[in-house]
């Protein structure tokens, strides 16, 4: 009888992290800041019964990344280094201009969470989404030049790797949608020439 009482709380606490979590998630997609007492409301539950699982919004939203996940964009990769790059960058142009709202929430989230250790509100050196974020990206750009690894030089292939990192990705996203004032179709078009043209730059360069 315990081990049934037992466990009937454990599916509910679970059921309950994971209506927090969704709650997240939709908070993000309808482009709204995500706090716990958001959250705790979108998923019908006391603002005190979402503390006991997250005591910050950053806590919810690492979890409610899971549930983002974009598509496989390294899936079926040709060897050909340009068509490569071209492949990843327009996918991942795909995913983010497709659900601009979540991508620019998850922004202001690192944004927001930035500020508060910069006032020294948290004691973490460096937001999580930003760390994670970048990390992944810059793991799949490694990935994606790696065939270049042998052809160019150590310093000119991490030159090309930290470059091609500006011009793909969320914040190239705000830079062509708000300062360039460019539509979807043109912003996903103008990071795939600026990925070529690095490449293209970095290819002659190695050749001189």
Same mark, same amino acid.
């Given at each position: 009888?315990? &081990?049934?009482?037992?466990?009937?709380?454990?599916?509910?606490?679970?059921?309950?992290?994971?209506?927090?979590? *969704?709650?997240?998630?939709?908070?993000?997609?309808?482009?709204?800041?995500?706090?716990?007492?958001? #959250?705790?409301?979108?998923?019908?539950?006391?603002?005190?019964?979402?503390?006991?699982?997250?005591?910050?919004?950053? *806590?919810?939203?690492?979890?409610?990344?899971?549930?983002?996940?974009?598509? !496989?964009?390294?899936?079926?990769?040709?060897?050909?280094?340009?068509?490569?790059?071209?492949?990843?960058? @327009?996918?991942?142009?795909?995913?983010?201009?497709? &659900?601009?709202?979540m991508w620019r929430?998850?922004?202001?989230?690192?944004?927001?969470?930035?500020?508060?250790?910069?006032?020294?509100?948290?004691? !973490? !050196?460096?937001?999580?989404?930003?760390?994670?974020?970048?990390?992944?990206?810059?793991?799949?750009?490694?990935?994606?030049?790696?065939?270049?690894? !042998?052809?160019?030089?150590?310093?000119?292939?991490?030159?090309?790797?930290?470059?091609?990192?500006?011009?793909?990705?969320?914040?190239?996203?705000? @830079?062509?949608?708000?300062?360039?004032?460019?539509d979807a179709d043109?912003?996903?078009?103008?990071?795939?020439?600026?990925?070529?043209?690095?490449?293209? @730059? #970095?290819?002659?360069? @190695?050749?001189?």
């Open positions: 009888m315990l &081990d049934v009482v037992g466990d009937g709380r454990r599916n509910q606490k679970l059921r309950t992290r994971r209506a927090l979590i *969704d709650a997240a998630v939709t908070l993000l997609h309808e482009g709204r800041t995500v706090t716990i007492a958001e #959250a705790a409301e979108t998923a019908q539950v006391s603002t005190a019964t979402a503390y006991r699982y997250f005591s910050h919004p950053s *806590d919810l939203l690492l979890e409610a990344r899971t549930l983002m996940r974009a598509p !496989d964009v390294l899936a079926d990769l040709p060897d050909d280094p340009a068509e490569r790059l071209d492949m990843v960058v @327009s996918r991942i142009a795909d995913t983010q201009l497709g &659900d601009e709202a929430a998850l922004l202001r989230a690192t944004m927001d969470r930035w500020q508060q250790v910069a006032q020294g509100e948290r004691a !973490d !050196d460096i937001p999580f989404h930003n760390r994670t974020r970048t990390r992944t990206r810059l793991d799949l750009t490694r990935t994606v030049l790696e065939p270049l690894a !042998d052809i160019l030089p150590p310093a000119e292939h991490r030159r090309l790797t930290m470059a091609v990192m500006l011009v793909y990705g969320v914040e190239a996203l705000i @830079s062509t949608r708000d300062a360039c004032g460019v043109e912003a996903k078009e103008v990071m795939r020439w600026a990925a070529q043209a690095l490449l293209e @730059s #970095a290819l002659r360069r @190695s050749e001189t």
